[in-house]
């Protein structure tokens, strides 16, 4: 009993003067205060426990063990803790704010981040990724999707022509009719491009521009399957619970046609000035494949169904990054492109 | 499109306020493109702005738009049904018709006015046309016009005395022709355009424009009302080729009804007498030489199930086509009749009328899904496509990402590609972008001029994409990689002092592609590029893959208002497509120390690093793992004309290590073969021999 009492007093004692010593030296005396091989105060307590009896000893010699784990531990800790507060700094001021050194990659352009964007999103439900000529003939560009000579359809689509009674493809569309064309259905592909149409260069037209294309055809595919890969293309390529838009429009190539809306990102719909109080955002061009088309291409147009849709690139990147002029992306301006760092 | 409230109402009751009709025929595919409405406490005061699709003439106008209405509503349609007296003269009497070519106009149907006083509209009707942002001419013209807007037929009044031998014929234009048309401008005629012509030759451009000399004027007294229907090519041909759109030929090229003539012929007579009086001559003349059987198109309801995704409701889907004008023969329920009404030209096939039904239904009725369909040939190319890997060894060397235009300066292909003529744009938007470009050159040196004027210190761009080449048959378009650097260097630290790019920048670039292509041993030569533009190598970097490195020539620099020095490289990459990238094949890790020892040795400048690195390995009695140039000094202690090029050489054997003196013997014999076979001497010894 005594010896607990020793313990109690010993330790109290023990930790103020371990508060008490604030540098190495100080530490130092405290050490041998208590461990010291001859007057060390744990070392004399060691000592008297020979003197305890028997029956009390185990429970006594584990109170001064305790003690000495106890002071070990503390003074190893106050050890470290005061070499730490007195290492002298590795950097100087002005060297730890010097900026370091790496090799920094380019900037993909904002296009090409939208475009594997969406192919990623169309992989991912094993679409395939197609491709066609840039340069088209009247019948890929115009004819076998059901927009004849003379169609007023046309004038929407104002063509650059290239010599040898060629143009310059206004759609992605084309693309469909190739891969109809080489290989039979189930199809499920997208086509990402460039498109041309003899628009005068300002803020919201640009006589070259990049669209998506998608098609998938087989049998008992039904305009339910289009909104839902819509609905389910919104909003991966926004990130958000978008809500989808059909409302009927006309493309001589899809009927029934549509044109689709996103609930708008900016205001989730409730209507603001990106949207023009609608709280729509137009999206693009959809509907199912006319049969016509299956017709141009060989496809059994009674077996197969199939729908498709079209969308514009850069309007996607100036959704996504609040970009107001389509002209910023044809400048190649690096202070525009550094913006937008993968 | 515009269109009267107050218009719309005199055929159909509307009881919702003008922006929820606007928001009901945007979902039904009439989609309001704007709506002004200046007192909200009449809806007749609102104007409303449709988008009326190219397939849907028939809505153009307030009566066929008020049907689209009343089909969703519900509502009845009440249109006038004028009757004209008979009991005077007949149309035959005054005036004769005759169609020399029923190809191009189906049907001519006229009457005359008699005697009427032609004179200023009443109030009601400026006030009506004005509404819609038409202009009122006289109570004739504006007669007809309001016809126009109001049940969608083009029609067209003549002055009847001024018509020679009172009498129209429908006949191609012939050669020499020619017509002053109402907007005073004289028009020589194409054969083959379709024209109205009296007995002395041609008084109206048939669908397009009437003509001065048989204008309606204020001494008019006897009028002759065409109501025709004219073939929508022949239309858009002559209104293309003239640059000549008008209301009518809008409508005609997109199709008329020819089941309206009549109809509108006899509104536009009885509303003619009614403001300017007169005698309408009864009955009228009907030339109609191709009558059209009434269209039947199948409608199965199965295919509607199959094509949208919903189950049908039979006697919606009957009730809201026969709403529409459709009659509808349920006789076999699994197959339809569905009679096609005349004025709906666009309905031609079974898919037309499932569009219909979706369309009243709203495509909100129908649910959504994901198709399960696969695509064999669908997911992710393991590979990846030549163009992406293109741009990833591009992004990764430090270059940004340029996208420029396939239309480009004719001039400027040739002086970068002057082996190549770039291929023409018929029709330009300017003189500067008429061919399709033959190199990725000129896009990128605009940027370089663009980013440098604005203050950018370092122009770092690259871009993948097609370049366009004559060839048989069609251009072809082959894929391209091409980088411009100029200015400040790619990588900048402070610890790296100022650096401006070199042809090195370039070069590396170039290595760093071919490297990622899988190309392991690119071959570069001295050469002079496009006659001079470019100072640089040439580059052979795999089997058919070739390109190009060097320094832009001051005078295209100037052509393009560049004042940096300014470094390219292009390298053509189609020889690679499908072309598997080789696959990396696992080295075991050497297990014996490698010994590396540095040499410098002093070469004539004639002298390449690759002779240089041949002969180490050639004459090397010991392994040698790599050898890697890590300095070249020109200057003190080396003479001109020469360069000291430092090499360091790793020796490593596979299955031993490697003594001091076996090195040693082995780095003695390459510095002897380099003295004999290149006249190469070690720095710091003598003159090279």
């Known amino acids: 009993v005594i010896v607990q009492e020793r313990v109690r007093g010993i330790r109290e004692q023990f930790d103020r003067d371990l508060r008490a010593a604030a540098d190495p030296a100080a530490l130092a005396a405290v050490r041998v205060r208590y461990l010291g091989r001859k007057e060390g105060l744990l070392t004399l307590l060691l000592r008297d426990l020979r003197d305890v009896a028997p029956a009390d000893r185990a429970i006594a010699g584990k109170a001064v063990n305790d003690l000495k784990l106890h002071i070990d531990s503390a003074l190893h800790l106050a050890a470290a803790d005061l070499e730490e507060r007195s290492a002298a700094p590795v950097l100087t001021a002005l060297e730890a704010s010097l900026p370091g050194r790496t090799q920094r990659p380019g900037a993909p352009h904002p296009i090409t981040q939208v475009r594997t964007l969406i192919e990623s999103i169309f992989l991912e439900m094993g679409y395939a990724l197609e491709s066609g000529p840039e340069i088209e003939t009247d019948y890929y560009n115009f004819e076998a999707l059901n927009i004849p000579a003379h169609h007023p359809a046309r004038d929407s689509q104002d063509t650059f022509y290239v010599e040898g009674g060629l143009l310059l493809r206004t759609h992605t569309s084309p693309v469909q009719v190739r891969t109809m064309e080489r290989r039979p259905p189930p199809i499920k592909m997208v086509a990402i491009g460039k498109a041309f149409r003899r628009d005068p260069f300002d803020a919201t037209h640009s006589p070259m521009f990049h669209q998506v294309e998608g098609l998938v055809v087989d049998e008992g595919i039904t305009f339910a399957h289009l909104k839902g890969t819509l609905e389910h293309f919104c909003r991966k390529v926004f990130d958000r619970a978008v809500r989808l838009r059909l409302r009927p429009s006309f493309f001589p190539f899809v009927e029934p046609g549509a044109e689709y809306d996103v609930s708008c990102i900016f205001c989730d719909g409730r209507g603001c000035g990106r949207c023009k109080g609608s709280g729509w955002i137009e999206m693009g061009g959809a509907g199912m494949v006319h049969p016509a088309v299956f017709e141009h291409v060989g496809y059994d147009s009674e077996r197969c169904t199939g729908f498709a849709f079209g969308l514009g690139i850069e309007r996607i990147a100036m959704l996504r990054h609040g970009i107001d002029d389509i002209r910023l992306f044809y400048e190649n301006d690096l202070r525009f492109l550094t913006q937008f760092p993968a | ?689």
């Not at chain 2, 106008?61 to 089909?71: F, T, Y």
């Not at chain 2, 163009?387 to 060397?397: F, G, T």
């Not at chain 2, 690259?462 to 990689?481: I, K, M, Q, S």
């Not at chain 2, 990238?581 to 020892?597: I, N, Q, T």
Request: glycine share 10%; aromatic share 6%.
């Open chain 2, 1 to 689: 499109v515009r269109f009267s409230h107050a218009w719309l109402a005199d055929y159909v009751v509307l009881r919702d306020p003008p922006p929820e009709v606007g928001r009901r025929l945007t979902a039904a595919g009439v989609p309001l493109e704007g709506l002004v409405w200046p007192d909200p406490a009449d809806p007749g005061t609102a104007v409303y702005d449709f988008d009326v699709f190219t397939n849907r003439p028939d809505c153009m106008n307030h009566q066929g738009l008020a049907r689209e209405i009343a089909a969703l509503t519900g509502e009845l349609l009440r249109l006038p049904q004028p009757l004209v007296p008979g009991g005077g003269k007949t149309t035959s009497s005054v005036a004769t018709v005759g169609i020399e070519n029923p190809e191009m106009c189906a049907r001519y149907s006229a009457r005359c006015i008699l005697g009427a006083r032609v004179g200023p509209s009443p109030e009601w009707l400026r006030h009506r046309l004005e509404s819609i942002g038409q202009r009122s001419i006289n109570n004739v013209v504006d007669a007809t016009n309001y016809v126009l807007w109001e049940m969608g037929h083009p029609l067209h009044p003549f002055d009847l005395d001024r018509l020679s031998g009172r009498q129209v014929v429908v006949r191609t234009a012939r050669a020499g022709e020619s017509l002053v048309t109402l907007d005073g401008e004289e028009r020589r005629l194409d054969a083959g355009t379709l024209v109205i012509a009296d007995a002395r030759g041609p008084v109206a451009l048939a669908g397009v424009m009437g003509g001065q000399a048989s204008e309606i004027g204020s001494s008019t007294r006897n009028i002759l009302l065409e109501s025709a229907w004219f073939d929508p090519v022949s239309i858009r041909r002559t209104s293309k080729a003239l640059g000549l759109h008008t209301d009518a030929s809008h409508r005609f090229e997109r199709g008329a009804d020819p089941g309206a003539t009549l109809a509108a012929l006899d509104r536009a007579a009885m509303l003619v007498t009614e403001l300017a009086g007169g005698e309408v001559t009864d009955p009228a003349i009907d030339q109609h030489p191709r009558p059209e059987p009434p269209l039947r198109v199948p409608l199965r309801p199965a295919r509607v199930r199959a094509l949208l995704g919903i189950d049908i409701a039979a006697e919606g889907a009957r009730g809201g086509l026969e709403r529409l004008g459709f009659a509808v023969d349920v006789t076999d329920p699994a197959r339809w009749a569905v009679q096609v009404p005349s004025f709906r030209r666009d309905i031609t096939r079974e898919v037309d009328l499932i569009e219909e039904i979706a369309r009243q239904r709203g495509y909100d009725a129908i649910p959504s899904a994901l198709p399960v369909a696969q695509d064999a040939a669908g997911g992710r190319d393991p590979v990846g496509r030549l163009d992406d890997r293109a741009r990833a060894a591009l992004l990764a060397a430090g270059l940004s990402e340029a996208v420029n235009f396939a239309m480009a300066d004719r001039d400027e292909c040739l002086l970068l590609a002057p082996e190549t003529a770039p291929p023409a744009i018929e029709n330009p938007l300017q003189s500067g972008a008429a061919s399709l470009r033959t190199t990725l050159l000129p896009g990128l040196l605009r940027n370089t001029a663009h980013n440098l004027n604005r203050g950018v210190s370092g122009c770092h761009l690259f871009e993948v994409g097609h370049v366009f080449t004559p060839a048989a048959g069609r251009p072809a378009e082959t894929l391209r990689a091409a980088g411009v650097l100029a200015g400040r260097g790619v990588w900048s630290h402070w610890s790296l002092g100022r650096r401006e790019v070199d042809l090195f920048d370039a070069r590396g670039a170039v290595e760093f592609l071919a490297e990622r292509l899988g190309m392991t041993a690119p071959r570069f030569a001295s050469d002079t590029i496009a006659r001079g533009a470019v100072a640089g190598l040439r580059a052979v970097l795999g089997d058919g893959v070739t390109g190009i490195v060097g320094e832009v020539s001051p005078a295209v620099l100037r052509r393009f208002e560049i004042d940096r020095r300014t470094f390219v490289f292009e390298v053509g990459l189609e020889g690679l497509h499908g072309v598997r990238p080789p696959d990396r094949r696992f080295a075991g890790l050497p297990r014996f120390p490698a010994v590396r020892r540095d040499l410098a040795v002093v070469v004539r400048e004639n002298c390449t690093v690759t002779a240089i690195e041949e002969v180490i390995r050639g004459v090397s009695s010991l392994p040698i793992a790599e050898v890697q140039v890590f300095d070249r000094y020109r200057g003190k202690g080396v003479e001109a004309g020469c360069a000291s090029v430092a090499l360091q050489v790793v020796f490593q054997h596979p299955e031993r290590t490697l003594a001091a003196d076996e090195v040693q013997a082995a780095q003695d014999a390459i510095v002897t073969a380099l003295q004999d076979r290149l006249g190469a001497r070690l720095r710091g010894s003598g003159p090279p021999g």
